[in-house]
């Protein structure tokens, strides 16, 4: 429910992308650390439309969301 309520919109309902870079791609996922992913979400992506998410979302919220994101790569969604 909180990738649905936060991230869906532009990263699609699947993940496969829609305004946004699609997230379960495997190599992507492949590629980038839980640092990386870590950063994204909480400082945004400069040249892009990801917002910040440091302020609304706590640190546990942004651990589930890679947690989301990497169960991806094994179809466990």
Do not use: W
Request: with cysteine; charged share 20%.
């Amino acid at each position: 429910s909180l990738y649905a309520a936060q991230c869906s919109l532009c990263h699609g309902e699947d993940l496969a992308g829609g305004s946004a870079l699609s997230i379960n791609n495997t190599v992507f996922l492949e590629t980038v650390s839980d640092a990386f992913l870590r950063y994204a979400i909480e400082v945004g992506r400069r040249g892009t439309q990801m917002p910040a998410f440091a302020a609304s979302l706590s640190e546990q919220d942004i651990q589930d969301l890679i947690v989301y994101i990497r169960a991806t790569e094994s179809g466990a969604k």
